[in-house]
């Protein structure tokens, strides 16, 4: 990994998420900086690339067609190839971000603001599913709970660090697992709102860290006991985590004394390959290339998930 710029769009925390006109506006104005800079930083010519990787999709529409717009005229004019990437699929190549990388096949858990996804890897390409989530996202869970709280945008990191001073045991909410493999988030919101709504007045601000900890507690270990779950099924022995809410403390310590009990490998990115950024995307783009993939330039965007 030569270099891996990103920028953070501090602008939408004001109106308490992302406002997806204003994304693809902030967008527009910077991607052109960020290349420069990541080019200078690897100390790399326009001329020295293979090809260009750019995300594809899932995600917000303008945002998406500022980045393959982008891709594509630089790719054009630079003749290089083009590979379009899942947003998702460079969550997953975050393992393979700095050594050691885990063995094929590996479970991975890819838990972020728009994700939550239990798969098996095969190959750098092929990821089957084993769960996901029917609704919110387990970072979005966390985002939503901690905007009920009273806490700021985003919410993750407010509850992973409020819940350090509470008791995980506080209060018993929902088990946000559903069916035999997925998640279902949406429950778990409902039961903090109707009980923040039954409450005094104080009754947040006497007992927030109880709150956020038992909150927090109850997100992570649905996701731990998945795992457990996926390793007993599948006998793998490699768990790769990804995403933005693998920066939670309590998810790590968990997934730790888990792996150190039933014996299997964790793999954790280091927290600038976790959240979103271009470098899981190049690297995605690295494994497609290997395999003979371009993109041709009249691949269109796509707002949804495939998986
Ligand atoms: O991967 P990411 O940067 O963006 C998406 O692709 O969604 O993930 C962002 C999500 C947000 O929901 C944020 O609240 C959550 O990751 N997050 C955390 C923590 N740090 C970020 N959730 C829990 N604990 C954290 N420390
Ligand atoms: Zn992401």
Same mark, same amino acid.
């Given at each position: 990994m030569l270099s891996s710029v990103v920028n953070v769009q501090v602008q939408h925390s004001a109106q308490g998420g992302i406002v997806p006109e204003l994304a693809s506006r902030l967008h527009q104005q910077k991607i052109s900086l960020v290349v420069q800079e990541a080019l200078q930083q690897a100390g790399v %010519? &326009? !001329? %020295?690339?293979?090809a260009v990787a750019y995300t594809a999709g899932p995600g917000l529409m303008g945002a998406l067609l500022v980045g393959s717009s982008f891709a594509k005229a630089y790719a054009q004019a630079l003749g290089k190839p083009l590979v379009a990437v899942d947003h998702l699929h460079g969550h997953l190549m975050s393992? =393979? !971000? $700095? $050594?050691p990388h885990p063995p094929l096949p590996h479970l991975c858990l890819l838990v972020s603001g728009g994700h939550t996804l239990l798969l098996q890897a095969t190959d750098h390409l092929v990821h089957q599913k084993l769960g996901g989530t029917l609704d919110d996202a387990a970072g979005e869970a966390f985002d939503k709970a901690a905007r009920m709280l009273g806490? &700021? =945008? &985003?919410g993750g990191p407010e509850i992973d660090r409020m819940a350090r001073e509470g008791d995980p045991l506080f209060h018993p909410w929902p088990d946000p697992r559903t069916g035999q493999w997925d998640f279902s988030f949406s429950g778990l919101k409902t039961a903090i709102l109707y009980h923040l709504q039954k409450q005094k007045p104080d009754y947040i601000q006497q007992h927030l860290p109880h709150l956020a900890a038992s909150i927090q507690h109850t997100i992570v270990m649905a996701l731990v006991h998945r795992v457990e779950q996926a390793v007993a099924h599948t006998g793998l022995q490699h768990v790769a985590l990804a995403g933005?809410? !693998? !920066?939670n403390g309590y998810l790590r310590t968990q997934l730790q004394g888990s792996a150190a009990r039933l014996g299997y490998t964790l793999y954790i990115p280091a927290f600038r390959y976790c959240t979103d950024n271009a470098a899981m995307i190049a690297l995605a783009g690295y494994y497609l290339r290997l395999q003979g993939h371009s993109t041709p330039h009249s691949h269109v965007p796509y707002a949804q998930h495939l998986l």
């Open positions: %010519q &326009p !001329a %020295q690339l293979d393992a =393979y !971000a $700095e $050594e806490l &700021p =945008y &985003p933005g809410v !693998a !920066a």
